[in-house]
């Protein structure tokens, strides 16, 4: 059974900065491809960024060149850097596991973002 618990989420100012943390244990790490997703009030859920077991990357076009998505596979964690940050932004967070050639993916609880003066 797969476990992802987020972390790093809060409340920051326009412009500001944070850095989320996805923690995942029951598996090898190694061969999920890991993601982040947000979903606003009102809102579909979204995918933000994506890592895959080889390290490339892919980003939600409004969050490019603001956030990186970055894993650390001896540390079993997925980080999501994010930088200038805007209202628009604000989301409840999840992170997303899914092994590699399978359809079933794994969620993590959630982590509030609210960006707000």
């Known amino acids: 059974q797969v476990q992802l618990v987020e972390s790093g989420g809060g409340l920051v100012q326009p412009g500001g900065s944070l850095k989320l943390s996805c923690a995942a244990s029951g598996t090898i790490f190694s061969n999920y491809i890991m993601a982040w997703h947000r979903q606003a009030p009102g809102k579909q859920r979204e995918l933000v960024a994506l890592v895959n077991s080889g390290g490339i990357t892919n980003y939600l076009d409004s969050v490019k060149g603001r956030f990186t998505i970055s894993r650390d596979n001896a540390k079993n964690t997925v980080y999501l850097q994010m930088n200038s940050l805007k209202p628009e932004d604000t989301a409840v967070y999840y992170c997303?596991?899914?092994?590699?050639?399978?359809?079933?993916?794994?969620w993590g609880q959630g982590t509030q973002v609210t960006v707000s003066a």
């Open positions: 997303r596991a899914q092994r590699v050639g399978s359809l079933y993916a794994y």
